[in-house]
């Protein structure tokens, strides 16, 4: 467990998980695995990593075991309630290990709710639409992550700027911004927005400790926001992804479930991914940039 930065951005979020810095890093599929969760949460973030990525019980508690050889910071899973996943299992197998943040795609979150709650954790729902919104806050989550346009990974078609308020306005609930937040000042504007934190995606993919090739990092890194395609030919469900990795898939869904690891998704903040990085140095100095950017804000008000 290494030395911890000390700055603190304090929002509700931060609060509830007791973290010191309202950023999590996303759970991403074949991508964030245990080198990437450790590094966030021990610089002040959230790590997480999406329970899928692990393909039995026992490899999930291997993975758990390392982290927490590894840290005593608070980490988060993103859990797939659908049909297809040993979920039960690996619900158990987190909750025994002290996760305490889960965020829910697929399937219907009551189920694990109370689990959860009665471990002093908490529940988030991926959402897109007010649908999916409203659906989420009736079934009892304690919060929502707006997954807004250009985000990379499942993005629904409405940008971060009017997501976010729109869903806090909606349902009274905090709500984390996913989409488009690659630095500093994108995090002050998710803030802004009135997002209690914000969950960073693409611009992990370019980390040390992202599980991608080198290949995959670079071309996030190389690419702008005009090399990002949204399809629903790939998977079937609407994503973003690196047109160079999607032009090989389009129109051949059968080689699209055998090739994950040829398969790019990224956001359109790719735009501001500017170097593979240890994810600890990407974590601190977005959180020192966006100190730094709500600390000018003042000065444009002229009294
Ligand atoms: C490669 C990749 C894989 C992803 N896999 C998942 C996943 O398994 N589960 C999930 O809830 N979100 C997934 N996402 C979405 C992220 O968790 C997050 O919401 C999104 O990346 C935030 O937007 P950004 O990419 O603009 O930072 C993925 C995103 C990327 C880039």
Redesign the pocket.
């Known amino acids: 467990m290494q030395e911890r930065y000390v700055m603190k951005i304090s929002t509700p979020f931060t609060a509830m998980l007791g973290i010191d810095l309202p950023i999590i890093g ?7 695995y245990e080198e990437l969760a450790i590094a966030v949460s021990e610089a002040g973030g959230l790590g ?1 990593f ?1 329970l ?2 692990y393909r039995t019980v026992s490899d999930l508690e291997a993975a758990l075991e390392n982290i927490r050889r590894r840290t005593d910071r608070p980490i988060g899973v ?1 859990i ?1 309630l659908s049909g297809r996943f040993e979920w039960q299992a690996q619900l158990e197998v987190c909750l025994n290990y002290g996760v305490t943040f889960f ?1 829910s ?1 697929l399937g219907d979150p009551r189920q694990i709710i109370e689990p959860v709650h009665a471990r002093g954790g908490f529940v988030f729902a ?1 959402v897109i639409t007010r649908r999916h919104a409203l659906s989420a806050m009736k079934k009892g989550v304690d919060g929502l ?1 707006a ?2 346009a ?6 629904g078609q409405t940008p971060t700027m009017v997501l976010v308020p729109y869903l806090k306005e909606l349902t009274g609930l905090p709500v984390l911004a ?5 630095t500093g000042k994108q995090l002050a504007a998710a803030l802004a927005l009135g997002a209690c934190g ?8 370019a980390s040390e400790e992202a599980c ?1 090739t080198q290949e995959y990092k670079q071309a996030v890194v190389e690419a702008g926001p005009d090399d990002i395609v949204y399809s629903s030919k790939i998977t079937g469900n609407w994503a ?1 992804w690196l047109a160079q990795s999607a032009a090989q898939f389009d129109g051949h869904p059968e080689i699209g479930s055998k090739k994950w690891q040829d398969l ?6 790719v735009a501001q991914a500017d170097g593979i990085l240890p994810a600890g140095q990407i974590v601190s100095e977005m959180a020192e940039k966006c100190a730094a950017t709500l600390l000018q804000m003042p000065k444009l008000i002229e009294p």
Do not use: E, K, Q, Y
């Open positions: 996303a759970p991403m599929f074949l991508v964030s997480m999406p899928p990525n993103n797939h965020i795609s991926d992550v997954v807004a250009g985000a990379g990974g499942h993005a996913a989409g488009g937040v690659s914000a969950v960073v995606g693409t611009r992990l993919v991608a973003n790019w998704s990224a956001g359109r903040s």
